[in-house]
């Protein structure tokens, strides 16, 4: 992550004026730098970080191969939990509290319970986290932007094991960047590499 980033987004945070509470979105494609600058946000803030991971959505496989990209982005991840039992209570100074996508299990929320905040700066790390039907729930967007070819090694060096999966999950990407959050749509733009 280049310090010049990390600059802008806390600039930009500032510029934005006093408020009791200021809800960031780090958005762009997988294996942009989302994380990492998340975290570093995280050290430079009294803040509290949001996953969008922990929001995938829980359905059937064959189900989930079916969707079109337009379909993928409406419901690879559950952005109406991440606005009710994260954001809403967040941004009215409420913890959060909510059962993750269990990543280990392969599917359904786990029963293990994450609570979060609450804090002044709250920070969504996630593809799809700016997505127009939160935008009244964020005050500033910012599109993470990085190589393909660093995208593709980073997300290589994850080692997900469900490559062939990769494909669908970037044509819906490619769709989000391109008709419904565009780069030039976003508060700001910063390098994640």
């Not at 990209?69 to 909510?98: I, S």
């Not at 967007?141 to 062939?164: C, P």
């Amino acid at each position: 992550m280049t310090d010049d980033s990390i600059v802008a987004v806390l600039a930009a945070i500032r510029g934005l004026g006093r408020r009791d509470v200021v809800a960031v979105a780090l958005d762009g494609f997988s294996g942009s730098g989302k994380s990492t600058l998340a975290s570093e946000l995280a050290g430079a803030l009294d803040s509290c970080v949001l996953e969008g991971d922990d929001f995938y959505c829980e359905m059937d496989e064959v189900e989930r191969w079916a969707l079109s990209a337009p379909e993928g982005v409406d419901r690879y991840f559950d952005w109406q939990r991440l606005r009710d039992e994260a954001l809403v209570p967040l941004r009215t100074g409420h913890p959060a509290v909510y059962s993750p996508y269990d990543w280990v299990a392969g599917g359904g929320l786990s029963s293990q319970v994450v609570s979060v905040g609450p804090a002044p700066v709250i920070v969504v790390d996630g593809v799809y986290s700016s997505r127009p039907e939160l935008s009244h729930l964020i005050d500033l967007a910012v599109f993470v932007q990085t190589t393909e070819q660093s995208r593709d090694e980073r997300i290589t060096s994850r080692n997900h094991g469900n490559d062939r999966w990769h494909s669908r999950w970037a044509a819906a990407e490619a769709y989000y960047f391109v008709d419904v959050r565009p780069p030039g749509t976003f508060d700001l733009v910063v390098r994640g590499e």
